[in-house]
């Protein structure tokens, strides 16, 4: 099975047709997709101009969109690699204790759904690069927030788990971001349910 890079030499490949190109970078979603695979894609699409369901891309669009894909693959790998540094630190320090950056690590381990969202059509609009950076400083801050750590809103509903979105949490209002629980402060918790309460779970996006 080919890897993210030999999959990336494919999709810069002059020698394939579009369509060869084009399934090259659909597989490196499988290797790594920040909004699990269907939003990330809507995502570069979105953001390189692509029609999504379009079988024959122009080339250069499909490049420009691996080119976000292997920005944030680059912060990301930066990301585990300090993460592993500072367990191995801790260990030899004697703390064995796991916290809440763990235990997100744990479950974004490998690079897919990190970010996760709403739904594939509900996601963030800046750079996959940019969106990675505000999470994993809002993570390793240790500090509840009231806001959004990728785009600042102040309004969360309880997003219940679905086919679209296989986690369930606080789901931003305004980029659709679901949060980690331990990002924000028991507060914005108990708003983001009362919200969903109030507009019948998912359907509190509806209105948004």
């Not at 999709?11 to 909004?35: D, I, S």
């Not at 759904?113 to 940019?130: T, Y």
Request: proline residues 7%; contains cysteine; positive net charge.
């Amino acid at each position: 099975m080919a890897g993210f890079r030999a999959l990336a030499q494919q999709v810069r490949n002059p020698g394939l047709v579009a369509a060869q190109r084009r399934t090259a970078l659909r597989k490196c979603l499988e290797r790594f997709a920040p909004y699990g695979h269907r939003a990330t894609w809507h995502h570069l699409c979105t953001r390189a101009g692509i029609v999504a369901h379009d079988r024959n891309p122009d080339p250069e669009r499909l490049v420009a969109a691996l080119a976000e894909l292997e920005e944030a693959r680059t912060v990301w790998l930066a990301y585990e690699q300090e993460f592993a540094a500072r367990r191995r630190r801790e260990k030899h320090d004697g703390i064995r204790q796991p916290g809440a950056l763990d235990d997100w690590h744990r479950r974004t381990w490998g690079g897919c759904d990190i970010v996760p969202c709403e739904s594939p059509q509900r996601h963030p609009a800046a750079r996959l690069a940019v969106v990675l950076r505000s999470m994993i400083a809002a993570m390793e801050s240790g500090r509840p927030r009231r806001d959004c750590p990728v785009c600042g809103g102040t309004r969360f509903a309880w997003l219940p788990e679905s086919a679209d979105c296989p986690a369930s949490g606080p789901a931003c209002r305004e980029c659709g971001v679901v949060a980690p629980v331990s990002v924000l402060t028991s507060e914005a918790l108990r708003e983001a349910l009362a919200a969903a309460g109030r507009a019948g779970g998912a359907g509190a996006f509806a209105a948004a």
